[in-house]
Structure formats: structure tokens, C-alpha cells
């Protein structure tokens, strides 16, 4: 069973920046492709970004494009999402899962049941 664990949520500025980790203390994250989702509330679940097994494709939602970027470094076993120039429309709980090709692609769509594990998820509130 993998277990994953969010942190470096937080409150921040329009137009700021943070940074969002991914990481799991029980399994090698270089085998699964790794997305970030995230959800509002009254707003049903997006995937924002993911960075495939073996870090040959990624995939941003067009809401993202160009703000954010998804990085794995793999001596430390963690995912990282970047997010520059946030908006107030980017507050929102963010989740990391991860799942095992092919079944999970980072192609923009994820099948049901695509995903062996979610975190709890960190919360990101952008405001003034």
C-alpha cells in the first residue's frame, strides 16, 4: 500500500510562488507516474499536472500552463510542484497520486481506478 504525504501548502499573495511536495516513505516513486489534483470547494476534483515513471512526459492542465512545473527528484524520493503567479482561482485543496503505467500516462486523461494511492492533501489559499 503506498502512502503519500503532501506538505509546503500555505496562504500566499497573488502573484506569488510556492513550492508542493510529494513524497512516500514506503515505496520507490520512480515507478509511478505522479500526478497533482486538486479540488475547491463546490468544485468537482482537477488534475492540474503529472510527470510520468520514467520523466519522459508531463502533463498541465491549461488552467496551469506556463504557471507551474511538476519535477521529481528521485535521491530524495519526492515529486514537486512549482507554482508561480497564483491567482485567487488557485486556492484549493492539492492531492499528489500516484498510479503505474500504462494504466496511469500522464496523457491528460485518468481512467477510473488508474490510481493505487492518494495523500491527504495540503490546502492552498490564495489571497490578499
Known amino acids: 500500500q503506498v502512502q503519500l504525504v503532501e506538505s509546503g501548502g500555505g496562504l500566499v499573495q497573488p502573484g506569488g510562488s510556492l513550492i508542493l511536495s510529494c513524497t512516500a516513505s514506503?515505496?520507490?516513486?520512480?515507478?509511478?507516474?505522479i500526478g497533482w489534483f486538486r479540488q475547491a470547494p463546490g468544485k468537482e476534483r482537477e488534475e492540474v499536472s503529472c510527470?510520468?515513471?520514467?520523466?519522459?512526459?508531463?502533463y498541465y492542465a491549461d488552467s496551469v500552463k506556463g504557471r507551474f512545473t511538476i519535477s521529481r527528484d528521485n535521491a530524495k524520493n519526492t515529486v514537486y510542484l512549482q507554482m508561480n503567479s497564483l491567482k485567487p482561482e488557485d486556492t484549493a485543496v492539492y492531492h499528489c497520486?500516484?498510479?503505474?503505467?500504462?494504466?496511469?500516462?500522464?496523457?491528460?486523461?485518468?481512467?477510473?481506478?488508474?490510481?493505487?494511492?492518494w495523500g491527504q492533501g495540503t490546502l492552498v489559499t490564495v489571497s490578499s
Open positions: 514506503d515505496v520507490t516513486l520512480d515507478y509511478y507516474a
Open positions: 497520486a500516484a498510479g503505474r503505467p500504462p494504466f496511469y500516462s500522464c496523457s491528460g486523461d485518468v481512467p477510473l481506478g488508474a490510481l493505487d494511492a
Open positions: 510527470i510520468s515513471s520514467s520523466d519522459t512526459s508531463t
